[in-house]
Structures are given as structure tokens and as C-alpha cells.
């Protein structure tokens, strides 16, 4: 069964600054899809990033960047410039084809002015 | 349009009533989800309907009854709910198929209270 880690519970940064959050796998699968979601105290889930593993690049979106390591099953989210907005619940998932989701625990993002 | 609705936002209910939530999109996804979410804690899966057939129960008691009438709603019949139901119950949708992203998209939820 596949499993992701996120050992990081919370984190803080201040407005401006960059932080990464960290997140491993386990699975002995190829091919397969990871994630990358947000939930802001207002509780909705947001897509954040999404990187398919047959890809070497690694997926940006605006201040949201990936370090993918599939070798390792590290899959670390850089949060560049951070705003206010940004604090919220992250939550690192995988999925391969036709599975179900599966999340790990999240890491609570803290962001002071 | 990357919208799932649902409704109601919020639901207070007494262990013997029944209410039923909604979800709905419009985005031609043909595979739709049930989550249940306690705080702090990630989603973890309930139902999955695949072309409007229930294809995983995540071994949910009976009191909860999915539906799915058409490919765009799905619904959640709550019967005979306990103290311990009260949760976030959030709703996905997804395209089947590989090469068409696999990403779930998220409603807003519905936090549940059942007193």
C-alpha cells in the first residue's frame, strides 16, 4: 500500500520569505501522480500543484514550485515570497491511475507579518 | 469553471432525523467522491461512484446512503447519525482516464453537527 509522509506538522515564516515544505512516498509504482493541496481556515481544498512522475521537469505555478526526487520519493513544495494568504493546512497526496487518493497527515503553514 | 458546489454549508441534526447533502459540477467529470474530515486531520474516503455506479464503499455504516442520480450530482442520506458523524463531509470530482489529470477537484463542505 502507498504511504506519504509529511514530518513536518507546522511551520512558520514571515511575509516575503521562502519556506519548503517536505514530503516522502512510498510506492512501487512508476507511474503515478502527486499533489499538492491547500486548506485555509475557510476549509475548502485547493488544488495547489500537481506533477506527473513520467515527467523530469518540475512543476511551477507562480510562487509554487516543486523539487521532485523520484529516485528518493521526495516531493517538497517551495513556497516563494509568502503571503498571508498562504497560511493554511498542506497537504501532499498521490495517486496512480484509476486508485484512490491518499493524503498525508499535513503540515500547518503559520505566516506572520 | 473548476467549480464543485455543495449544499447545505451548514447542517445541525438530532440522532433520529434524516437529511441528505448535495453536491453537484458541471465540469464532465464522470467520477465523483464522498470524503469525511475531521479537524486537523487529512480526508479520508467514503464513496466512490465511476459513470453513476458505486464502484468503492470504504466500508461506511449503513446510516450513510450515497446516490448519485446523474453524472453531475451526487448526494449523501444521512439516517440515525451519531455524535461522533459530526465532521466536514466534503464532495470531489475527477475526469476517468489516464491522460486526463487525474486531479480531484474539491467542494467547499459541509460541516455536519449532530447532537
Known amino acids: 500500500a502507498q504511504t506519504v509522509t509529511q514530518s513536518q506538522p507546522e511551520m512558520s515564516v514571515q511575509e516575503a520569505e521562502t519556506v519548503t515544505l517536505s514530503c516522502t512516498y512510498d510506492?512501487?509504482?512508476?507511474?503515478?501522480?502527486l499533489f499538492w493541496y491547500k486548506q485555509p481556515p475557510s476549509r475548502q481544498m485547493i488544488l495547489v500543484i500537481r506533477q506527473e512522475a513520467y515527467k523530469q521537469q518540475n512543476a511551477t505555478e507562480n510562487r509554487f514550485s516543486v523539487n521532485f526526487q523520484k529516485a528518493a520519493k521526495s516531493f517538497s513544495l517551495k513556497i516563494s515570497d509568502s503571503q498571508l494568504g498562504d497560511a493554511a493546512m498542506y497537504f501532499c497526496a498521490y495517486r496512480r491511475g484509476y486508485s484512490t487518493l491518499t493524503f498525508g497527515k499535513g503540515t500547518m503553514l503559520l505566516v506572520s507579518p | 469553471d473548476t467549480e464543485v458546489t455543495q449544499t447545505p454549508k451548514h447542517l445541525v441534526m438530532g440522532m433520529t432525523n434524516k437529511k441528505s447533502l448535495k453536491c453537484e459540477q458541471h465540469?464532465?467529470?464522470?467520477?465523483m467522491y464522498w470524503y469525511k474530515q475531521k479537524a486537523k486531520k487529512p480526508p479520508e474516503l467514503m464513496f466512490v461512484y465511476s459513470y453513476e455506479k458505486l464502484s468503492i464503499n470504504e466500508s461506511v455504516p449503513s446510516r450513510f446512503s450515497p446516490e448519485c442520480p446523474n453524472s453531475s450530482l451526487l448526494n449523501l442520506h444521512l439516517h440515525a447519525l451519531q455524535p461522533e458523524d459530526s465532521a466536514l463531509y466534503l464532495c470531489?470530482?475527477?475526469?476517468?482516464?489516464?491522460?486526463?489529470?487525474?486531479?480531484?477537484?474539491f467542494g467547499p463542505g459541509t460541516r455536519l453537527l449532530v447532537l
Open positions: 465540469m464532465g467529470h464522470r467520477a
Open positions: 510506492t512501487s509504482e512508476s507511474d503515478y501522480y
Open positions: 470531489a470530482s475527477s475526469h476517468l482516464g489516464q491522460g486526463l489529470g487525474e486531479t480531484q477537484y
